[in-house]
Each structure stands twice: as structure tokens, then as C-alpha cells.
């Protein structure tokens, strides 16, 4: 019974060997007499001297595995939800402006109208001048006596009017104001409360409230018109 299963086994084994046989690759090592080196896969010629050595052929990659139907009709990821970004309005920067007195002081404020004067407007007219003895339209002082040289003296009673420059008419008018530009503002903003910390160590404590209000008041407007974007 032993005999029958070897029998029977041995084709299986020349197949193995056959596989592995086929699997293992021979190199051949020849030497001619001149000493040169050569390397084949089939025996040395005749006269060589010769070495074999058996080497494992080179095997091909296994083939990288395709993508399937459904993962490639896989849905995408769905979207992180974000919160919605956090909207700021600022109010439009305030403007100032410079005006100028008619004395040549300057001083700002932020309607742009200029302090508001009465100007007499001039023109000629008739002014009636005043007698020596107080009469007349215009009025007059007590007379002084003429020096003991002078001639005689004038006539007494009122005088014919002449030509002049009275005031005629009148008028409100403003000082010139022009507006300054964003720099400049925020530079005199920063001036006067600088100012204001200054003065405020000698300050009485009624005064003291009212810089500390004017402050906080500069403050929040170069918050608003002075930040860069």
C-alpha cells in the first residue's frame, strides 16, 4: 500500500520541482585563455573555464488594484458648516473744520459755519457838521474862546450839510471755514487730549469732570474715524 501511494505522489512531485525549476534562472561564469571574463545563460564553449550559479528570475509587480464602482461613485464628504462671519458697521468719520476770525485767530468746530458778526456796510451820504454854539442837526461841545490873533468868528446857526461816508446798511456775516483732511483731524484730535492729561493734575475737581467727558468723547471718535483698516 506504500509502494501505491508513492507511485502515486510522484507525478505531483515532478511537477513541483518542474515549477521550481522554471522559477530559478542559470548564469555561467566563463574565462577564456586570455583571461577575459564573459557571463551567459547557456554553458561555456569548449576550453573555457566555466562556473554556473543559479540565481531566482525577476518577477513582474503584482497589478495594483483598480477601483471599484462604488468607490468611485462614493458621495463626497459633506461641508463643515461655518458660522456666518460677524458684520461691524462704523459710522462715517466725522468731519472738522479750520476757521478764520477776522483778527487772523483760527479755531475749529465740526458744522463748518464760522462765528456769525455784524458788518456795517458804508457808503456816502449827507453828514451835517456841528456849529460852534452846540446848535444845528449834528449836535456840538462847549465852545473854547479864539485866541486874542484869530479873526472873527464864524456865524452862528446850522450849517449846510456836506458829502461823507456814513453807514448805510448792514448785514450777519460768517467766518470763512474750509474743511481739514482725515490725517489732520485725527492729528489735532490726539493734540488736544494729550492736552487734556496735561492739565488735568492741576485741574479743580469741577473742571476735572468736564475733561474727563471731553476725553471720553475724543476717545470714541478715534476709535471710530482714526483706526486703519
Keep these: 500500500m506504500r509502494a501505491l501511494a508513492a507511485l502515486a505522489l510522484l507525478p505531483l512531485l515532478l511537477l ?15 574565462e577564456d585563455a586570455q583571461g577575459r571574463l564573459t557571463l551567459r545563460d547557456s ?3 569548449p576550453g573555457e573555464k566555466q562556473q554556473a550559479r543559479s540565481m531566482q528570475r525577476p518577477r513582474d509587480p503584482a497589478p495594483l488594484p483598480t477601483a471599484t464602482a462604488s468607490t468611485a461613485a462614493a458621495p463626497p464628504a459633506p461641508a463643515v458648516a461655518h458660522a456666518p462671519p460677524a458684520i461691524v ?3 462715517p468719520p466725522r468731519p472738522m473744520y479750520e476757521c478764520e476770525a477776522p483778527d487772523g485767530t483760527r479755531y475749529t468746530n465740526e458744522t463748518g459755519e464760522g462765528q456769525a458778526r455784524w ?3 458804508f457808503g456816502y451820504g449827507y453828514v451835517w457838521p456841528r456849529t460852534p454854539g452846540g446848535g ?7 465852545p473854547r474862546p479864539p485866541p486874542a ?6 456865524p452862528s446857526g446850522p450849517r449846510p450839510p456836506v458829502v461823507g461816508v456814513v453807514p448805510i446798511a448792514g448785514g450777519w456775516v460768517r467766518d470763512e471755514c474750509h474743511m481739514l483732511p482725515q490725517a489732520e483731524t485725527c492729528a489735532r ?3 488736544r487730549r494729550y492736552e487734556i492729561l496735561r492739565r488735568y493734575g492741576n485741574a479743580m475737581p469741577s473742571e476735572r469732570r ?13 476709535a471710530n474715524d482714526c483706526r486703519t483698516p
Aim: glycine share 12%; proline share 9%.
Design 16 to 30: 513541483v520541482a518542474t515549477v521550481a525549476a522554471a522559477q530559478d534562472v542559470v548564469i555561467y561564469r566563463c
Design 43 to 45: 554553458p561555456c564553449p
Design 89 to 91: 458697521y462704523r459710522a
Design 119 to 121: 458788518e456795517s456796510w
Design 136 to 142: 444845528g442837526h449834528g449836535g456840538g461841545s462847549v
Design 149 to 154: 490873533s484869530a479873526g472873527p468868528p464864524p
Design 189 to 191: 484730535l490726539s493734540d
Design 210 to 222: 468736564t475733561l474727563d467727558l471731553e476725553q471720553r468723547g475724543i476717545d470714541a471718535r478715534m
